[in-house]
């Protein structure tokens, strides 16, 4: 019964912010990567940042490195996305996911074993 579940999408204006939340139940992140990805319409799904078991060991996509920030919290189960200076394109459903078996970040989604339902951000121009 593992669970993961995004909060905190919404519409949003260009050049400002959002905090995505990831609240697990059914498994803990002492050990899991955690990773972030997003889906836009038409679009396959893309890797935009993951963290490793260790908050120290970070992965970002080319085009959010310097305006995302991916945190973790292991005693609540939890994993954040940071999202400053957003634009129309980083429009999308996002998802998170955890990865059982991974001991470094990774951007391969095949990799990833439980995935959430989403939650929608949309950044207007």
């Known amino acids: 019964q593992v669970q993961l579940v995004e909060s905190g999408g919404g519409l949003v204006q260009a050049g400002g912010s959002l905090r995505l939340s990831c609240a697990a139940s059914?498994?803990?992140?002492?050990?899991?990567?955690m990773g972030w990805f997003r889906q836009a319409p038409g679009k396959e799904r893309e890797f935009v940042a993951a963290i490793g078991w260790s908050s120290s060991n970070q992965l970002y996509a080319d085009s959010v490195k310097g305006r995302f920030t991916i945190s973790r919290d292991n005693a609540k189960n939890s994993v954040y996305l940071q999202m400053n200076s957003l634009k129309p394109e980083d429009t999308a459903v996002y998802y998170c996911?955890?990865?059982?078996?991974?001991?470094?970040?990774?951007?391969?989604?095949?990799?990833?074993?439980?995935w959430g339902q989403g939650t929608q951000v949309t950044v207007s121009s």
């Open positions: 996911a955890a990865d059982l078996g991974g001991v470094r970040p990774g951007f391969n989604a095949a990799n990833y074993d439980y």
């Open positions: 059914g498994l803990t992140f002492r050990t899991y990567t």
